[in-house]
C-alpha cells in the first residue's frame, strides 16, 4: 500500500529558532500533500494544500511567513516553522494524494514538536 | 459549508459488545465519506470509505459504516469490540471545491474494558 514517511518524529527546539519538517511518500508520486495540525485531546486542523512546483494554499489563520512550505517535488513536502515560539508545539501531520483522480489521503505518521 | 459532527466524545464498552460510533455530516451535494483511526502518537489510519458506491462500507478490522443520505449519517460499527479497537476514531468528508482536502469531526475515543 501507499506509504508516507515523515521527519523527524520527534524534535525539539528552542524559542526563536526554525525547524524543518519532512513528508515523504515512498512508493508513489503525490500531486497534493497536505498538511495538518493537531492539538492534544483535538482534531486535525488543515494548514496547507501545496501541489508540487507552485506555492501552497494556506488555509484562515494559518501564517504563510511562519509555516513555509515546499513542494519540490513529486515525492517530498517540507514545512518549516520559523521563529518558533512555545504556543507552535503541537503534533504536526502530512499527508499525500496520489493523482488528480484519487479522494483518497495517505497519512504520515506525524510529528511531535516541542519549543522550549 | 461543510461540517462533520461527532456525537460523544467519549464511548466505553465491554470487550465483545457491539461498537457505534456516530457521525453526522452536513453537504449540499452528494460527499465523501471516511473514517480514520489513531493510537496514541501516531498518524491516521484509513478504516473505510464511502465513495458514491454502495452505502453498506466494509472496512478493515471487521468494522463497518452505513450511508444514509436521509438521516445525513455515517455510522462506524464493530458487532465485538476487542480491547485492541481502543483508540481516537475521526470522521472526516471530503471539502467541496478543493480537491481532497479533509475535514474532520472532533473525534471520539473509544475505550474497551475486559
Known amino acids: 500500500g501507499a506509504v508516507v514517511s515523515q521527519h523527524p518524529s520527534r524534535v525539539i527546539c528552542k524559542s526563536g529558532t526554525s525547524v524543518k519538517i519532512e513528508c515523504r511518500s515512498l512508493?508513489?508520486?503525490?500531486?497534493?500533500m497536505f498538511w495538518y495540525r493537531q492539538f492534544p485531546k483535538q482534531s486535525l486542523m488543515l494548514m496547507a494544500t501545496?501541489?508540487?512546483?507552485?506555492?501552497?494554499?494556506?488555509e484562515q489563520g494559518v501564517e504563510k511567513d511562519k509555516f513555509l512550505i515546499n513542494h519540490a517535488s513529486l515525492t517530498l513536502s517540507t514545512l518549516t516553522v520559523t521563529s518558533a515560539h512555545p504556543e507552535d508545539s503541537s503534533f504536526y501531520i502530512c499527508?499525500?494524494?496520489?493523482?488528480?483522480?484519487?479522494?483518497?489521503?495517505?497519512f504520515g505518521p506525524g510529528t511531535r514538536l516541542t519549543v522550549t | 459549508a461543510q461540517s462533520v459532527t461527532q456525537l460523544g466524545s467519549h464511548v466505553s464498552v465491554s470487550e465483545g459488545a457491539l461498537v457505534l460510533l456516530r457521525c453526522n455530516y452536513s453537504?449540499?451535494?452528494?460527499?465523501?465519506l471516511f473514517w480514520y483511526v489513531q493510537y496514541p502518537n501516531q498518524g491516521l489510519q484509513l478504516l473505510l470509505k464511502?465513495?458514491?458506491?454502495?452505502?453498506l462500507v466494509k472496512g478493515i478490522n471487521g468494522f463497518e459504516a452505513e450511508f444514509k443520505k436521509s438521516e445525513t449519517s455515517f455510522h462506524l460499527t464493530k458487532p465485538s469490540a476487542h480491547m485492541s479497537d481502543a483508540a481516537e476514531y475521526f470522521c472526516?468528508?471530503?471539502?467541496?471545491?478543493?480537491?481532497?482536502?479533509?475535514?474532520f469531526g472532533k473525534g471520539t475515543t473509544l475505550s474497551v474494558s475486559s
Open positions: 512508493d508513489f508520486q503525490a500531486t497534493t
Open positions: 501545496s501541489n508540487e512546483g507552485s506555492k501552497a494554499t494556506y
Open positions: 472526516a468528508v471530503t471539502r467541496r471545491g478543493a480537491g481532497t482536502a479533509l475535514i
Open positions: 453537504s449540499s451535494v452528494p460527499p465523501y
Open positions: 464511502y465513495t458514491s458506491a454502495a452505502t
Open positions: 499527508s499525500a494524494r496520489e493523482g488528480t483522480e484519487s479522494h483518497e489521503q495517505y
